[in-house]
């Protein structure tokens, strides 16, 4: 949780101070990004969906570690788009750079370790709910139609 919440932060910092001039010099960047992090976000609803409903606690995954964490935030389209998103709504033209990307990205790494920290708990609570594969199924597949509902915005 640490490791996306420091990588968020990074990579806010890095959009900041650089990499968001390019969204600005290329408005079609940013149309870019948004086609492709939605685009992305249908990919994983579908995932979400055919996800196996069967009961295999024995084969379990192992989570990424700390480093992992830090640097899959920087090929995470979400991060991307709310990173650009962010900067280009709450900086000022003529602001203090420095100044701006640091409250940007501090808010925002604190939003994000509050929502992994609850996101977390969340799948451990619901997961003992979980253990019958038609209830799972039922709840993958409404997990994924609101995902899909959720880009709904980005379409109109």
């Not at 010099?25 to 409903?53: F, K, M, N, S």
């Not at 790494?109 to 977390?120: D, E, G, K």
């Not at 038609?134 to 109109?156: C, D, E, H, Q």
Request: proline share 3%; charged share 10%; aromatic share 14%.
């Amino acid at each position: 949780m640490l490791g996306i919440t420091l990588g968020f932060g990074f990579l806010l910092m890095a959009v900041g101070l650089g990499l968001a001039g390019l969204a600005h010099a290329e408005p079609r960047l940013h149309t870019v990004l948004r086609y492709a992090g939605a685009a992305y976000l249908l990919y994983l609803a579908w995932c979400i969906a055919r996800a196996d409903a069967g009961n295999n606690a024995s084969a379990r995954a192992k989570p990424i570690g700390f480093f992992e964490a830090v640097i899959f935030q920087w090929i995470n389209p979400k991060g991307w788009v709310i990173a650009v998103g962010a900067l280009a709504a709450f900086t000022t033209v003529g602001g203090d750079l420095w100044w701006e990307t640091s409250v940007i990205a501090a808010v925002n790494a604190t939003a994000c370790l509050i929502s992994v920290v609850v996101w977390a708990a969340f799948g451990a609570v619901i997961g003992r709910f979980l253990h019958n594969p038609r209830a799972r199924t039922v709840f993958n597949w409404s997990m994924a139609g609101l995902l899909v509902f959720s880009l709904i915005p980005v379409f109109l």
